[in-house]
């Protein structure tokens, strides 16, 4: 089945620590995205990456990194720069840019003790 | 800028009854509208979509008419049951040259319950 993984379901973080989460994707999609959700609220975008190698900063990119060394995998890095971290984080992708449809993945949560 | 506005919840509804939740919106030229549905726990999946003024999206018993003159593109269902219970997110995506899908602008979503 094609679709968009997140690993780990929920995590949890000391203060001070970087974590990472994991995107993957099966779909041959070229571009992805990384969104917060807070509790109420809208999504908010934090980077996306139209094609390998490449990304650029959503709305909220702050104490946030990424990468994209494979076109499958977009891992996001919360960094301890991020002042409020806890969120429910969605990874999402798209045949491309310029396409009108997001996939999202089933998220992750994270949690700063 | 664009923007999403929807009905603020929670919404409560009994079994079979029918389904409202209004979206207006704010975007230069013809954007194309989303609904998305979040289950307890889980990422967005697409419900529905429409790309141009007057089109009619449909799933799972679910209906949304772009609506150009009045910004709207409001949900409906006509017989809710309580599997629907979830978070409903209107969204736009712009249409205009050069637009991506990395401007997708949701709402801040409307928490449906069906009770028994």
């Known amino acids: 089945d094609g679709g968009i993984t997140q690993s780990p379901k929920y995590l949890f973080r000391k203060e001070g620590q970087n974590v990472t989460l994991s995107c993957e994707q099966n779909?041959?999609?070229?571009?992805m995205y990384w969104y917060r959700q807070d509790p109420g609220q809208g999504l908010r975008l934090i980077y996306y990456?139209?094609?390998?190698?490449?990304?650029q900063k959503g709305d909220i990119a702050e104490g946030y990194s990424v990468s994209r060394e494979k076109k499958e995998s977009f891992p996001l890095t919360v960094t301890s720069a991020q002042k409020n971290p806890t969120a429910f984080y969605l990874c999402?992708?798209?045949?491309?840019?310029?396409?009108?449809?997001?996939?999202f993945g089933p998220g992750t949560r994270l949690t700063v003790l | 800028g664009n923007s999403v506005t929807q009905m603020e919840g929670p919404v409560t509804l009994s079994e079979e009854a029918f389904l409202t939740i209004n979206c207006t919106y704010t975007?230069?030229?013809?954007?194309?509208l989303f609904w998305y549905v979040q289950y307890p726990g889980e990422g967005l999946q697409l419900l529905l979509k429409a790309t141009k003024a007057d089109d009619k999206g449909s799933n799972k018993g679910f209906e949304a008419t772009y609506r150009k003159e009045t910004t709207s593109f409001h949900l409906e269902k006509g017989s809710v049951q309580v599997s629907d219970s979830a978070v409903y997110f209107c969204?736009?995506?712009?249409?205009?040259?050069?637009?991506?899908?990395?401007?997708?602008?949701f709402g801040k979503g409307t928490k449906l319950s069906v009770i028994p």
């Open positions: 969204a736009l995506s712009p249409s205009y040259s050069g637009a991506g899908s990395y401007q997708l602008t």
């Open positions: 999402a992708s798209s045949d491309s840019l310029a396409a009108d449809t997001q996939y």
């Open positions: 975007a230069t030229g013809y954007p194309s």
């Open positions: 779909l041959n999609h070229d571009a």
């Open positions: 990456s139209q094609i390998v190698n490449d990304f």
